[in-house]
């Protein structure tokens, strides 16, 4: 099965941005990216997409716990 | 007279044990506070991910808790030199399914993830293509529908994708730390992405 440029494009977004593409796969999505506005568009957008659901999903530890996890510190392995 | 070889040896021995004895001990405790000083270093990063695993920030400090206390009493069992942050985040998975805190929902209530470009498609036809860049995804995103699209998508999913994508764990990491293959991780990396963007698309577009 063939896929339009665009489905192939889409099938390969996760693994361009992770960087796991082989050196052709890479060349074919640049190559497409190159001429294709709307495949380059959602290509930013999923990029922002991942940074900004990194950015909203990371909370800072509570100051409180790190006092309790001090006194974990030496905690015997029988106990 | 001469004293027995035996003994002289042995009181000479019987002065050096002890020492010998005290030395490794306090190289022992050395070693144990600076694993301990390493471990607790990494403690915002194992919460953020630990927080995003379960439901509430309580659930989320328990969790650390236990996952400390164990690594504090198996510190010998780690292997210095290697990922601590990974063995960390091993023992609080485990410790994370023991507590049952991982709901399972039954596989047939999983929907079929929309494709990769769903979430980008759906912005561009009720708002536009402008609508995908950056200002406008901030704005019509909130960080709560991301929490909360987060919090909803199956949790096998949702451990990888935090792993990977709020950790910044490798791929490799991540399937060290849940204990499976790296084929298993990708595959269900990029379905959870694909449900994450559903969730959003139904949070913040409905």
Known sequence: MTLEPCDRCEEILQDYLDRTLTNEEWAEAESHLGDCDYCRRRYRFEETLRRYVRVSAIERMPPGLMVKLEELRGLDATA | ?206
Request: aromatic share 6%; net charge negative.
């Open chain 2, 1 to 206: 007279m001469q004293p027995p070889v035996g003994q002289g040896y042995g009181s000479r021995v019987s002065e050096v044990e002890p020492a010998t004895d005290a030395q490794r001990i306090a190289a022992e405790a050395r070693d144990r506070a600076r694993f301990e000083e390493e471990a607790l270093a990494l403690a915002d990063q194992v919460y953020r991910v630990a927080r995003r695993l379960v439901g509430s920030r309580e659930e989320a400090e328990d969790l650390v808790q236990e996952t400390y206390a164990r690594a504090f009493r198996s510190w010998r069992s780690f292997t210095p030199g290697t990922n601590m942050r990974a063995w960390l985040l091993r023992i609080l998975t485990n410790l994370n399914v023991d507590r049952g805190r991982r709901v399972q929902r039954s596989p047939q209530m999983q929907p079929l993830e929309e494709s990769d470009y769903y979430l980008a498609n759906k912005l561009a036809s009720t708002a536009g293509e402008e609508a995908l860049e950056q200002e406008q995804v901030v704005e019509r995103l909130s960080q709560d529908s991301v929490v909360t699209a987060l919090s909803e998508i199956s949790p096998q999913f949702r451990e990888v994708v935090v792993l990977v994508d709020i950790g910044d764990f490798t791929y490799a990491d991540a399937a060290q730390i849940l204990d499976v293959p790296i084929g298993t991780v990708m595959s269900r990396l990029h379905r959870g992405r694909r449900a994450l963007k559903q969730k959003l698309a139904e949070e913040a577009l409905t």
